[in-house]
């Protein structure tokens, strides 16, 4: 593999059909966040920390020894979970898209290894699972719905694509689709039933279908969701909704099981929308979307309310200390989230889209880029005990290690999320989705030329745009900056004049439109005022409970953080406590803390008691705390914390 066969893309992305799109993707190299802000700065961590990382823990945890094994280069047993493979090839994703960002020719050799080990060990039929084929070969296609066969050239399929449009070597994309070839022979259309336990090939079929234009993989991906909720898996004592086959897709309003495979199939079944225009699949990913968002989510972003089975738990059961919220199934949703969001205008799936961001998914990972959740709860108890999967503070690695190849993948085409465009009756629109300091290459739509977006949020709200002096923007095109869902209040000075306060109407349509000659030197303040946040009185958790917000950031209470003889579980909030902005003189924070006035019950109370004699007691003593944004919680160490505070008496 030489650097430059590496650095040659043979392909421009592939995108959904025009007529199906309410929004297209920017080209693959057209957002590059700048280092100097929290989102560039975070793909630079994943470039030299997390990528690495993954790369030596795929050695040390016995991956690529379970590809050797299988064709006598290891004597090591088969070690990690039947779906173990899906990990190389979430790595080598991130690997391509990191190449696409930046370049690198730092692994280089160590692509060029993965892809010969690789093609040694696929089958002459096109077959490779490497749990199936050096231990249990009697099981080929025999358990799908726990084999995770189809799950697993999903993810190979992804990265083959990867690989190609950023470096123009085809061999691993050309390897996944004989696999491809055997699934479609064995369990395509007219060919024996078989559909996945664990959704993912979906959304990876129609992308081979965009990148390919060979229809036959999306007929593929038609077929397996076609055949789901037909009672095909075996639901033994999970149940069929573990595995989303208890109902037909089109029937499937409430998302149900677990929440990981859902969510995966939600962007899947999405992604068919977007290509087939089939109206009754949007309608019911529309339906699902709003269960999924308004009745079944953390404030975090985050998915999965029970421990048992990985799911969601019926709606608004969302306890903090116990709360699942798995962060594949935060990737997931982002995955998910984007499709609706090109499928149609609705301001909730980019204000989503912020949330997991800089909240849950920011909390997966510690400031050293190496150290991950695998849970990601609302609370923890000062005494709570370590569970698979959850433990007390960040592992280096997991034995069920999905998450965190999950995330180097995001995180090295984050630059994804940042903006798009659109066509309506007026003319072309750049769609700012995202505040990330940047520079924005204009789609041959819009004009030429760069968009420079100068911004530190979300430490603030002001955000500033400068083209460069060759930049041309064509008259008909505008440029519309999503307004959040959370900000009340704003003011811009367009091109260079004088700030007014937004109006009603911008705010009310949650976008702010610029014309062609209006983008140059715009300057837009989003108010950030810390306020707190009610949930949803049926949310038994939190009823009686606050939780701390200030712009996109969610904050959070730390036991290292509380006065001597103050417990995170004694205090207690005035409804209205003013929070006072305070800079952090924290490594890594990306927003500041924020510092409040708390009351504290620090006197010993029965677990049961006289409910008229306790609110007769005395006040107790008030005292200063300070709330961290909760993506930074852990990285000094174990112990308690929570979001929800309880209101006083």
Not at 421 to 443: K, M, W
Not at 600 to 627: H, I, K, M, N, Q
Request: hydrophobic share 40%.
């Amino acid at each position: 593999m030489t650097a430059q066969s590496l650095r040659t893309p043979r392909s421009t992305p592939a995108l959904p059909r025009a007529d199906r799109a309410a929004l297209r993707p920017l080209d693959l190299s057209s957002v590059r966040l700048h280092r100097e802000g929290a989102l560039g700065a975070w793909q630079e961590l994943n470039a030299a920390a997390t990528i690495p990382h993954c790369i030596a823990q795929l050695e040390t945890s016995g991956v690529i020894d379970n590809f050797r094994r299988v064709i006598g280069e290891s004597g090591a047993p088969h070690r990690g979970f039947v779906f173990a493979d899906s990990d190389l090839y979430k790595v080598i994703e991130a690997v391509a898209w990191e190449i696409g960002r930046s370049g690198t020719t730092v692994h280089d050799a160590w692509l060029e290894e993965m892809i010969a080990l690789i093609g040694r060990v696929q089958e002459p039929s096109g077959y490779l699972h490497t749990w199936i084929q050096g231990v249990h070969p009697e099981k080929k296609f025999a358990e799908l719905h726990w084999t995770h066969e189809m799950y697993v050239l999903g993810h190979w399929i992804q990265a083959g694509i990867a690989l190609e449009r950023t470096t123009g070597r085809s061999e691993l994309l050309e390897r996944s689709v004989r696999f491809v070839d055997l699934v479609e022979r064995r369990f395509g259309p007219g060919r024996e039933d078989g559909i996945p336990g664990h959704p993912e090939i979906e959304t990876a079929l129609v992308e081979l279908y965009r990148h390919t234009g060979e229809e036959r993989h999306l007929r593929l991906a038609q077929h397996l969701v076609d055949r789901r909720g037909r009672g095909i898996l075996p639901g033994g004592a999970l149940g069929t909704h573990y595995f989303q086959d208890h109902a037909p897709v089109r029937e499937a309003v409430d998302p149900l099981g677990h929440a990981v495979r859902q969510l995966y199939l939600n962007a899947g079944v999405t992604d068919l929308f977007l290509e087939t225009g089939e109206d009754a699949l949007l309608s019911v990913m529309r339906e699902q979307w709003d269960r999924a968002h308004e009745r079944k989510m953390y404030l975090s972003g985050a998915f999965g309310s029970r421990h048992r089975d990985e799911s969601f738990g019926n709606d608004y059961e969302l306890p903090s200390d116990r709360a699942y919220a798995e962060t594949c199934a935060t990737i997931a949703d982002l995955h998910w989230t984007w499709r609706m969001m090109l499928a149609g205008e609705d301001h909730r799936y980019a204000d989503v889209i912020e949330r997991e961001i800089h909240n849950a998914l920011a909390a997966s990972v510690d400031t050293s880029g190496i150290r991950f959740f695998y849970s990601n709860p609302m609370q923890r108890r000062p005494d709570r005990f370590d569970e698979e999967n959850a433990p007390a503070e960040r592992q280096e690695w997991y034995s069920c290690a999905c998450c965190p190849p999950n995330i180097a993948r995001v995180i090295a085409q984050l630059g994804a999320y940042i903006a798009g465009y659109r066509e309506d009756a007026q003319g072309p629109v750049l769609e700012l989705l995202q505040f990330a300091d940047s520079s924005i290459t204009l789609p041959p739509e819009v004009g030429s030329g760069t968009l420079r977006v100068a911004t530190d949020y979300p430490v603030s709200g002001r955000i500033r745009l400068a083209l460069d002096p060759a930049a041309e923007v064509s008259p008909s095109a505008r440029l519309a900056l999503r307004i959040p869902g959370w900000v009340r209040a704003g003011t811009v000075g367009i091109a260079g004049g004088q700030p007014r306060d937004l109006t009603a109407a911008e705010l009310a349509s949650r976008r702010l439109e610029l014309g062609a000659g209006q983008i140059d030197g715009t300057v837009v303040d989003l108010e950030m005022t810390p306020r707190w946040t009610a949930s949803h009185p049926r949310v038994d958790a939190t009823r009686g409970c606050l939780a701390l917000e200030r712009g996109p950031i969610v904050y959070c209470l730390e036991q290292v953080d509380m006065p001597a003889g103050v417990e995170v579980d004694d205090v207690r909030i005035a409804r209205g406590t003013p929070a006072l902005v305070e800079p952090s003189s924290s490594p890594g924070r990306r927003a500041p803390d924020l510092v409040l006035r708390v009351t504290a019950r620090t006197e010993t109370e029965s677990l049961y008691g006289d409910a008229d004699a306790a609110a007769g007691a005395p006040a107790p003593d008030s005292v200063d705390v300070t709330a961290v944004p909760f993506a930074t919680w852990g990285n000094r160490g174990p112990g308690a914390m929570r979001i929800w505070l309880p209101l006083e008496d």
